[in-house]
């Protein structure tokens, strides 16, 4: 049963921005915690972004400022707008649901987890 479908990557120059959408059903939608990890080419995953409901919002230190989470409840989808994106943001997105755990960067606080969604940024 598909819990977390991510869609909106693709390849973009320096300073250009996307938005990325992460559609939740069955268990996964309704979660009071979802949040977008990402992982870069040869490291590991890491937490970029979190809201609680809708909203309260979290973020790692490299998206302050840059990035923008946040969920339609009635649609069931969370979404990422991320602006001014450099050659660093490149990395395969995550969508995650249902944090079990304290810290919301965690990779294992999450208990559900889509299949992620490719973002190129191009200098």
């Known amino acids: 049963q598909v819990q977390l479908v991510e869609s909106g990557g693709g390849s973009v120059q320096a300073g250009g921005s996307l938005r990325l959408s992460c559609a939740a059903s069955?268990?996964?939608?309704?979660?009071?915690?979802m949040a977008w990890f990402r992982q870069p080419p040869g490291k590991e995953r890491e937490g970029v972004a979190a809201i609680y409901l809708d909203t309260r919002t979290y973020y790692a230190d490299s998206a302050k400022g840059r990035f923008t989470i946040s969920r339609d409840s009635a649609k069931d989808t969370l979404y990422l707008q991320m602006n001014s994106l450099t050659p660093e943001d490149t990395a395969t997105y995550y969508c995650a649901a249902d944090k079990r755990s304290i810290d919301w960067y965690q990779e294992s606080a999450y208990r559900f987890w889509g299949q992620g969604t490719q973002v190129t940024v191009s200098s």
């Open positions: 069955g268990y996964a939608a309704g979660s009071a915690w």
